[in-house]
T-cell receptor, first 112, second 111 residues
Framework: NAGVTQTPKFQVLKTGQSMTLQCAQDMNHEYMSWYRQDPGMGLRLIHYSVGAGITDQGEVPNGYNVSRSTTEDFPLRLLSAAPSQTSVYFC???????????FGSGTRLTVV | GIQVEQSPPDLILQEGANSTLRCNFSDSVNNLQWFHQNPWGQLINLFYIPSGTKQNGRLSATTVATERYSLLYISSSQTTDSGVYFCAVDLPGAGSYQLTFGKGTKLSVIP
């Protein structure tokens, strides 16, 4: 049981490049979400999904795109990377709001 | 949106000491969770506690929903307790799945 797996762990992008952060879970959780963490801040919600085929925006969705074609996978796409997107990105999953969340180990992204 | 305030922002403890971390929130919530982020960045769910009291070993948490605060108690602290403790809440209502995090309390336990 691997839990929530995020890849890559580290990434450096040039401004304007695009990339996809991968997130996969093997716990059959319906709910998945993406957060970003900036220094001195708590985590802020980017996008979330309550099941395959259903996604919605969180607090800071601009510049990011998501899709949920399967229960297991929830990739986060950066359309045109900007230095303001330099951050640590966490994926999380849960059975639902009444349950605890399991987080992946994070992806540290630097945009230069 | 809902405001989540944690105090203190920083805390330094001698190993073996006890501590209390506080989380205040500005509205009624459906879900309150405490997380520990270790020095390597891993986030661990400690408690799901929208109301009442729970205990897990040396850690316990109490949420008084009517007064909109939660407390995390750490007893006999160890160096492995170091890291940042986050409180997170979400709003009541159908389909509300958005956790709002506080800025955290950074705990340093020194030997």
């Amino acid at each position: 049981n691997a839990g929530v797996t995020q890849t890559p762990k580290f990434q450096v992008l040039k401004t304007g490049q695009s990339m996809t952060l991968q997130c996969a879970q093997d716990m059959n959780h319906e709910y998945m979400s993406w957060y970003r963490q900036d220094p001195g801040m708590g985590l802020r919600l980017i996008h979330y999904s309550v099941g395959a085929g259903i996604t919605d925006q969180g607090e800071v969705p601009n510049g990011y795109n998501v899709s949920r074609s399967t229960t297991e996978d929830f990739p986060l796409r950066l359309l045109s990377a900007a230095p303001s997107q330099t951050s640590v990105y966490f994926c999380a999953s849960s059975f639902g709001t009444a349950y605890g969340y399991t987080f992946g180990s994070g992806t540290r992204l630097t945009v230069v | 949106g809902i405001q989540v305030e944690q105090s203190p922002p920083d805390l330094i403890l001698q190993e073996g000491a006890n501590s209390t971390l506080r989380c205040n929130f500005s509205d009624s919530v459906n879900n309150l969770q405490w997380f520990h982020q270790n020095p390597w960045g891993q986030l661990i769910n400690l408690f799901y506690i929208p109301s009442g009291t729970k205990q897990n070993g040396r850690l316990s948490a109490t949420t008084v929903a009517t007064e909109r605060y939660s407390l995390l108690y750490i007893s006999s602290s160890q160096t492995t307790d170091s890291g940042v403790y986050f409180c997170a809440v979400d709003l009541p209502g159908a389909g509300s799945y958005q956790l709002t995090f506080g800025k955290g309390t950074k705990l340093s336990v020194i030997p």
